[in-house]
T-cell receptor, first 113, second 113 residues
Framework: DAGVTQSPTHLIKTRGQHVTLRCSPI?????VSWYQQVLGQGPQFIFQ???????GRGNFPDRFSARQFPNYSSELNVNALLLGDSALYLC????????????FGAGTRLSVL | LAKTTQPISMDSYEGQEVNITCSHN???????ITWYQQFPSQGPRFIIQ???TKVTNEVASLFIPADRKSSTLSLPRVSLSDTAVYYC??????????????FGRGTSLIVHP
């Protein structure tokens, strides 16, 4: 079975631009969570979506938004990119909305110049 | 928010047992403790999860004292491939019921030949 897949793997943007990152969860998993991981730090929670509804939100500005589609895939959108948005963006899926084991993708490396 | 504290780094040698302790003084009653392993440029990978006492699987053991204010991940007979960052994750439920998974800063384990 395929694991969590994320696209693209790498991305370079300039300040002020917009970016969309995509995630496909493991088949049968209905929950998708997004994390930002800055070099040298642990992953920081951004959003959790379950059954297409936002179930949790971390301490990120409104420039960050996400959605989940009927097939449970998800997109993370970041507007007005700042240099500080450069990071590894991780997507994780789990079967339910509860505190389950999370299965992470390899991430999207975003560089903002 | 529940915070976790781990040693920043640890060194060991092949064949030794490694114990990594995580402090989580404000753990909530219904929170589980989950440990993840992360290699460079990869997403975290689930190792083990527990609620109390001791849990063991094919790769690790997790010891949780009665007060649950800390937990210890035990890796038996480590090899070079165990060199990675290890994260302790405790669920966090601020008022309003939203689940905020909070990773610690992680422990960088280096296994020497």
């Amino acid at each position: 079975d395929a694991g969590v897949t994320q696209s693209p793997t790498h991305l370079i943007k300039t300040r002020g631009q917009h970016v969309t990152l995509r995630c496909s969860p493991i088949s049968g998993h209905k929950s998708v969570s997004w994390y930002q991981q800055v070099l040298g730090q642990g992953p920081q929670f951004i959003f959790q979506y379950y059954e297409k509804e936002e179930r949790g939100r971390g301490n990120f500005p409104d420039r960050f938004s996400a959605r989940q589609f009927p097939n449970y895939s998800s997109e993370l959108n970041v507007n007005a990119l700042l240099l500080g948005d450069s990071a590894l963006y991780l997507c994780a899926s789990s079967p339910t909305a509860n505190f389950d084991i999370q299965y992470f993708g390899a991430g999207t490396r975003l560089s903002v110049l | 928010l529940a915070k976790t504290t781990q040693p920043i780094s640890m060194d060991s040698y092949e064949g030794q047992e490694v114990n990594i302790t995580c402090s989580h003084n404000n753990i909530a009653t219904n929170d589980y403790i989950t440990w993840y392993q992360q290699f460079p440029s990869q997403g975290p990978r689930f190792i083990i999860q527990g609620y109390k006492t001791k849990v063991t699987n094919e790769v690790a053991s997790l010891f949780i004292p009665a007060d649950r204010k800390s937990s210890t991940l035990s890796l038996p007979r480590v090899s070079l491939s165990d060199t990675a960052v290890y994260y302790c994750l405790v669920g966090d439920s601020p008022s309003g019921g939203s689940y905020i998974p909070t990773f610690g800063r992680g422990t960088s384990l280096i296994v020497h030949p």
